[in-house]
């Protein structure tokens, strides 16, 4: 599914969140999304789940304005994407296992290969020993982990990673990074990741779309080091 | 099967507004059953009063047939006469006997001779019985007492509507009331699930499947809550059947048939799973906006 942001604004008030934002985004691409805080980057991933409507301009997804697609559209498109929210956004009465099972519901996920596709993402992610416990037992990068699960269980066309290493020690944050990298070659899935972490960017040697103000300021390939 | 468990999750996050809910729609096919047994006693009770002779005419002793024969003659002389049927002393004893056979102490003491013979006298037209009423009620010499039926039956169908209308509002009132309840209840509920509703959307799920673990929850409060109405009222019923039925003999009053339960559970179960619904799809539109 083709990305492409089309001289896009998002105002807040009198704010711009964003401002005259174009890029495009193939199928298959691993692009990482940078910036200080308050930079714009949450809000591109917002738009592009729709969760957020531009003030102007045009966010296409796999060559269709969403802002043209009917609510059936945006929730079959919804269903494409799978998300790692910064703030994980999990079901707090609900354990790891359950959350991860109603976003396969969601997507009509055959329900005899349910269990198994569970246990197999749990088990990417590391969180064998916690699927039982819900959001609140849960240390911040088991939370994040539980998310990232919960993203890759559908087998997403895209992924969007809003900070995923954020609360990531080292090795997990590069056990989630590598995991993310495998899924892109292997899948030909889409990933983009916002990060502040220079050192996993510029090791990785993808595309970077660095923000600053809501501005795109550079928009480049990464050599990798 | 998925959106089942979601359904029973709701309930048993929130156990007290579950049960406020179900036990006010419970309460509400309580009293729809009882209105509907006590209903189907006072028909029973109207239909024993209409089968009856309209005008009961009990005669003095000391009769003889010729006596008895011309007030006979006289009798179907009027307009609208349907019959005419002479019950003597001994077919009188014979239905004593039959209306109290489950109480001997009743029967043994009586004897035919002081029972009144009398003439059963049932009509077509209704003005006849005015005419027959004021005609014999001065013959003091071999009327001993007329039973104008129709009195009991014009105070027992004003008596019987009353309770109905009566019966009606109180059902209107508190299934309103088990109603308004559940609406809020529902409403209560996706407040208090308004994370989970908003992250299921995030994840792609429709607004279907967003509202349908609440329409399913207003459902099942509508099913439990008519069948356990329904089975309160019946136990109730069980239980008072003995002492409502030696009150009101010989009519039977609550008469444990069971066609008429099982329909009537059977309507109960469809009523309340609809009400249900209708609750919760009125507290999912008005608080689930997409």
Redesign the interface.
């Known amino acids: 599914m083709k990305i492409v942001f089309d001289q896009v604004d998002k105002k807040f008030g009198i704010v711009y969140a964003i401002k005259n934002v174009s890029f495009e985004i193939d199928q298959g691409e691993f692009v990482f999304i940078t910036g200080n805080s308050g930079a714009g980057k949450s809000t591109i991933l917002k738009l592009i789940?729709n969760?957020l409507k531009p003030s102007s301009g045009k966010v296409l997804l796999g060559d269709v304005e969403l802002s043209q697609k009917n609510?059936?559209d945006v929730?079959?498109?919804?269903?494409?994407?799978g998300?790692v929210?910064q703030d994980y956004?999990?079901?707090?009465?609900?354990t790891v296992e359950e959350n991860i099972?109603?976003?396969l519901?969601?997507?009509s996920y055959p329900?005899e290969k349910i269990q198994s596709r569970i246990d197999k993402v749990i088990k990417e992610v590391n969180l064998g020993s916690r699927r039982f416990l819900f959001p609140s037992q849960l240390a911040g990068g088991e939370l994040q982990r539980a998310s990232l699960a919960?993203a890759l269980a559908i087998e997403p066309e895209v992924i969007l990673a809003d900070e995923p290493t954020g609360n990531l020690d080292p090795e997990n944050s590069w056990n989630i990074i590598n995991l993310l990298k495998d899924i892109n070659k292997e899948n030909n899935t889409t990933v983009i990741m916002t990060t502040h972490n220079n050192e996993i960017v510029e090791s990785m040697g993808k595309r970077v779309i660095k923000l600053d103000e809501g501005e795109i300021i550079k928009d480049y390939k990464h050599s990798k080091k | 099967m998925s959106q089942l468990k979601t359904t029973w999750h709701h309930i048993r996050r929130s156990p007290f507004q579950s049960l406020i809910a179900a036990i006010t729609i419970l309460l509400s096919f309580f009293f729809i059953s009882i209105f509907a047994i006590v209903n189907s006693g006072l028909s029973t009770v109207l239909k024993y009063f209409e089968t009856k002779p309209e005008v009961t005419l009990f005669l003095k002793d000391g009769l003889d047939d010729t006596a008895i024969g011309n007030i006979q003659k006289d009798l179907q002389t009027y307009n609208g006469i349907k019959e005419v049927s002479y019950v003597s002393k001994n077919k009188a004893l014979e239905i004593y006997k039959e209306q109290n056979k489950s109480n001997p102490l009743l029967t043994e003491m009586v004897t035919a001779s002081i029972l009144p013979a009398s003439f059963e006298i049932t009509v077509s037209d209704p003005e006849v019985l005015e005419q027959i009423y004021q005609n014999y009620s001065t013959k003091t010499d071999i009327i001993d007492e007329i039973i104008y039926q129709k009195d009991v039956i014009d105070a027992l169908l004003n008596w019987t509507n009353v309770t109905r209308k009566i019966g009606f509002i109180i059902i209107i009132i508190i299934t309103s009331i088990s109603f308004i309840t559940m609406v809020t209840i529902i409403g209560m509920k996706i407040t208090n699930r308004k994370d989970e509703i908003k992250i299921s959307r995030l994840l792609g799920a429709s607004n279907f499947y967003v509202k349908k673990p609440f329409l399913l929850e207003g459902i099942i409060y509508g099913l439990f809550g008519s069948i356990f109405g329904f089975v309160f009222a019946f136990l109730l019923a069980l239980i008072s059947q003995k002492p409502i039925n030696d009150f009101f003999q010989p009519v039977i009053f609550i008469d444990l048939n069971v066609t008429f339960y099982l329909i009537l559970l059977a309507i109960e179960i469809f009523v309340g799973a609809f009400l249900g619904f209708i609750a919760s799809w009125i507290g999912v539109k008005r608080y689930i906006k997409y």
């Not at chain 1, 929730?75 to 994407?81: A, L, M, W």
């Not at chain 1, 956004?89 to 609900?94: E, T």
């Open positions: 789940l969760q609510k059936n929730n079959n498109t919804r269903q494409k994407i998300v929210f956004q999990l079901i707090s009465d609900k099972a109603l976003i519901d969601i997507v329900p919960r």
